[in-house]
């Protein structure tokens, strides 16, 4: 089985570029976050047509969680939002804004979880946190808080589990491209880190840390300042797996080629794992990508 996640900052726009990696990697199950889409808005049709169901969580504008499942794959057992209750409408014709004072990300659509042949399925989409020390990063603790208190209430680290997403938190120095240009951040501070070990410490593993150890292999790079070219990125977004699954992996990576070339793609790229056996082969671009950057840094490659 092939499993992967990826933030897709806006499924209305990134749909195309959605369809093609479908086709390009096979997955059997896709975590995305950031579909920007109501429920009723969802593009069923368009999954369907490319072979995939589509599960969908969303408000509107902002946020939203998903997973496309291949179709033949028995799927039950949904759960959204912690199992909170509904969230806000942000969508079309909604008066929803976020300021500091009212931010509260059990509000917001973050949460998607399914059982798909027999594997509890988590799709996370963690709030960003903006500054260190503001109501937006507080809340951003808080959900993690909540987010361990699911897992502690309501799962069992004995049970085949994967929990994916973007979790918005590089947990090492070596997730992210220089820990000084970014000390004081979110994304890097110790707080964020801790909530992170502690979705460790309940029963997961990261993934891709458990077969891959190469520096410099990200998942998300700003738009601006050419910084994807130059591989000044974090490693935010994980799939972690109960130990059940963990010892199954036979294959990780990080798919660069899909952040490049048009449609204008998503900032960030998937990220996938195979248990079992190695699935559909793919060239993640990183070797070339190597190559390109040393020389524009005038040295060579490792």
């Known amino acids: 089985m092939r499993i992967a996640t990826w933030n897709v900052n806006s499924l209305k726009a990134r749909q195309e570029k959605v369809e093609w990696w479908l086709d390009r990697a096979a997955p059997d199950v896709l975590l995305m976050q950031e579909t920007k889409l109501t429920d009723e808005d969802a593009p069923v049709m368009a999954f369907a047509m490319a072979g995939y169901d589509l599960i969908h969580h969303g408000e509107g504008r902002w946020n939203g969680v998903a997973m496309a499942v291949r179709q033949g794959l028995p799927v039950g057992d949904v759960v959204t939002n912690f199992g909170d209750g509904p969230v806000r409408n942000s969508g079309p014709g909604s008066s929803a804004a976020v300021t500091e004072e009212d931010f509260d990300p059990s509000d917001e659509a973050r949460m998607l979880s399914t059982v798909i042949d027999g594997i509890r399925f988590v799709s996370l989409y963690a709030p960003n946190g903006r500054v260190v020390g503001s109501p937006f990063y507080e809340g951003k603790l808080r959900w993690f808080e909540r987010a361990r208190r699911w897992l ?3 799962r069992d680290p004995a049970e085949p589990m994967i929990l ?3 979790l918005n938190v590089a947990p090492t120095s070596a997730d992210v491209w220089d820990e000084k240009a970014v000390h004081g951040g979110t994304h890097v501070s110790e707080a964020e880190r801790a909530a992170f070990r502690r979705l460790l410490d309940w029963g997961l593993v990261d993934a891709y840390r458990s077969t891959r150890s190469e520096p410099g ?7 601006r300042a050419g910084n994807f070219h130059k591989n000044l ?3 935010i977004d994980h799939l972690l797996l109960t130990r059940a699954l963990a010892d199954r992996v036979a294959w990780a990576e990080i798919d660069r080629e899909a952040r490049k070339g048009v449609p204008i793609p998503s900032d960030h790229a998937p990220l996938l794992v195979d248990l079992d056996e190695p699935g ?3 060239d993640a671009g990183w070797e070339a990508a190597a190559v390109r950057i040393a020389a524009r840094r005038g040295v060579r490659p490792a």
Request: hydrophobic share 25%.
């Open 164 to 166: 994916g997403g973007d």
């Open 280 to 282: 559909r082969p793919i």
């Open 217 to 223: 292999r990200f998942t998300w790079w700003d738009y």
């Open 233 to 235: 990125g974090m490693r």
């Open 152 to 154: 502690d209430e309501t």
